[in-house]
């Protein structure tokens, strides 16, 4: 988690604040992600990821039906 920290304070640093919202937006996105993994104990249904993945992703595409994965 330091190593997170540490990114997102390099980027304010650097007076990339849009950009360290952005970083720290995603950061969120992962643990939530990471801790639904933790409590289904592993047994993720891959469409339930795909939403969950494609909502936390919402606000940074800039097209409605590109995920970033194509």
Same mark, same amino acid.
């Given at each position: 988690?330091?190593?997170?920290? #540490?990114? %997102?304070? %390099? ?5 990339? &604040? =849009? &950009? ?6 995603? +950061?969120?996105?992962?643990? +939530?992600? &990471?801790?639904? =993994?933790? +409590?289904?104990?592993?047994? %993720? ?8 993945? #494609?909502? =936390? %992703? ?11 994965? #194509?």
């Amino acid at each position: 988690m330091d190593y997170f920290r #540490e990114q %997102l304070q %390099l980027l304010k640093g650097a007076g990339w &604040h =849009a &950009h360290a919202n952005e970083f720290a937006q995603c +950061v969120r996105s992962l643990r +939530v992600i &990471h801790t639904w =993994a933790s +409590v289904d104990g592993d047994r %993720l249904d891959a469409t339930d990821v795909k939403y969950m993945a #494609e909502e =936390a %992703l919402k606000p940074f595409m800039h097209n409605k039906g590109n995920t970033g994965t #194509e």
